[in-house]
């Protein structure tokens, strides 16, 4: 039973045009989210976080959006680069229940075409 | 800055052998975590360490034993290998959940 969902396998964009991934939840425990982004033969490395108490969090090109009611979860990257063409995964987790672990979505390729 | 150190990178095991897999960080976290990634699949948890002594199992414990001696040290044992273990494995460690830090994993092949 997935706790983490992306339903999009993959995902092709223009270079210079907006990238949307998204994610959606269903245990109502998590209140952490993060992306990760991952290049073949490397391990994932941290992209971008967002706590339940925020809506929108910006770290220069990327911006992760946070709907708690329909549980979801968006990561936004504008202008993508062909250096964005990676696996994206969406990661969550419960500190405020003392669980640090990452629970993690299947990941959506990204493709971004020059 | 090393990070976290997987080894080995790959390794090709025969059913019924064992071996483990090996994890260091120098960052001093507390907590260290092993994840295996299937073709098409997210990363499962099979074990965590809160810190030296303590371990506990993931999503996906069984065949996987594990042990916590150093803060520094994490291996991931595997007894009787099965084709069902053939994935990548990757190591991470962190001091809180947004300092996660990957190793570059170790692709292991069960035949």
């Known amino acids: 039973d997935q706790q983490v969902k992306q339903n999009s396998p993959s995902l092709s964009v223009q270079e210079g045009r907006i990238s949307i991934l998204n994610c959606d939840y269903t245990?109502?425990?998590?209140?952490?989210f993060l992306w990760y982004k991952k290049y073949p033969a490397e391990g994932p490395t941290f992209l971008i976080s967002?706590?339940?108490?925020?809506d929108k969090n910006e770290d220069g090109r990327f911006t992760v959006f946070l709907n708690k009611s329909a549980k979801h979860l968006s990561l936004h990257i504008v202008p993508s680069q062909p250096g964005d063409s990676a696996v994206y995964f969406c990661?969550?987790?419960?500190?405020?229940?003392?669980?640090?672990?990452?629970?993690f979505g299947k990941g959506t390729k990204l493709s971004v075409i020059p | 800055n090393a990070g976290v150190t997987q080894t080995p990178k790959f390794r090709i095991l025969k059913i019924g052998q064992s071996m483990t897999l090996q994890c260091t960080q120098d960052?001093?976290?507390?907590?260290m975590y092993w994840y295996r990634q299937d073709p098409g699949m997210g990363l499962k948890l099979i074990y965590y360490?809160?810190?030296?002594?303590?371990?506990d199992k993931g999503e996906v414990p069984n065949g996987y034993n594990v042990s916590r001696s150093t803060t520094e040290d994490f291996p991931l044992r595997l007894e009787l290998a099965a084709p069902s273990q053939t994935s990548v494995y990757f190591c991470a460690s962190s001091y809180i959940v947004d300092g996660y830090t990957f190793g570059s994993g170790t692709r292991l092949t069960v035949v």
């Open positions: 960052m001093n976290h507390n907590y």
């Open positions: 245990n109502s425990m998590f209140d952490y």
């Open positions: 990661a969550a987790s419960a500190p405020r229940a003392g669980s640090y672990q990452l629970t």
């Open positions: 360490s809160v810190g030296a002594g303590i371990t």
């Open positions: 967002i706590s339940s108490i925020k």
